[in-house]
């Protein structure tokens, strides 16, 4: 059964550091990872969707990476601000299905940004 | 815009009563699916659907019900076999061929007294 970890559960930092959050699954028969952003009291909104192909995505000031074989992918956030404070969820879909409705998530690191 | 409508925001049950969350999307979306999500835990599947009137049970139906008339629309009601309801309850929709993208709407509490 896949497991989707995330290391540290909580991280502070201050603004402006470019900070690595990480994501390790335990099988590497991935179809995609996906990254997401979740504020208190919020839903989840998608920052980055790799495929297994993939080496790395980018979006603004983010930019996540992927290595199959190790099970392990990281979102980097560069000069970060207090506004990325939030939960960052990755998940994980099995390639035995590609479907979404087998996301296995990860439980999420808190990212605080101290001004 | 469009989107992904949860209703309410917050909701107080008494034990042994049955609640139902709304969902309404506008994304034109085939697939909808029910996520619950305890705290310092990742979200675990309850129900998802790919099509009208059809769905299928996820990690953790027990005590949960669903139905699928419109597209637009997957409500999802927490019965009184639900024996531990309180949680935060997700909603979200994707194309079926848009695989593992998800749209999530802003969620419903739900806390029984």
């Known amino acids: 059964k896949q497991e989707v970890t995330q290391i540290p559960a909580a991280l502070s930092v201050p603004e402006g550091e470019n900070l690595v959050l990480n994501c390790s699954f335990t099988?590497?028969?991935?179809?995609?990872l996906q990254w997401f952003r979740q504020d208190p009291g919020k839903g989840l909104t998608s920052l980055l969707l790799?495929?297994?192909?993939?080496r790395e995505q980018t979006s603004g000031r983010l930019n996540a990476s992927l290595d199959k074989s190790s099970g392990r992918s990281t979102l980097y956030i560069a000069a970060s601000q207090p506004g990325d404070s939030a939960t960052y969820l990755c998940?994980?879909?099995?390639?035995?299905?590609?479907?979404?409705?087998?996301?296995?998530f990860g439980s999420g690191t808190q990212l605080t940004v101290l001004p | 815009d469009g989107g992904i409508t949860q209703s309410p925001k917050y909701l107080f049950r008494k034990e042994g009563q049955n609640v139902t969350l709304s969902c309404e999307q506008n994304?034109?979306?085939?697939?909808m699916y029910w996520y619950r999500q305890d705290p310092g835990q990742g979200l675990r599947l309850i129900y998802y659907?790919?099509?009208?009137?059809?769905?299928q049970k996820g990690d953790i139906a027990e005590g949960y019900s669903v139905s699928r008339e419109k597209k637009e629309s997957f409500p999802l009601t927490v019965t009184s076999a639900q024996k531990n309801p309180t949680a935060f309850y997700l909603c979200?929709?994707?194309?079926?061929?848009?695989?593992?993208?998800?749209?999530f709407g802003e969620g419903s509490r739900l806390t029984v007294l």
């Open positions: 979200a929709s994707s194309t079926l061929s848009g695989v593992g993208e998800l749209f």
């Open positions: 099988d590497s028969a991935i179809y995609n």
């Open positions: 790799i495929q297994s192909s993939q």
């Open positions: 659907s790919q099509i009208v009137n059809d769905f």
């Open positions: 998940a994980v879909t099995p390639i035995s299905s590609g479907s979404a409705r087998q996301l296995t």
């Open positions: 994304l034109n979306h085939d697939a």
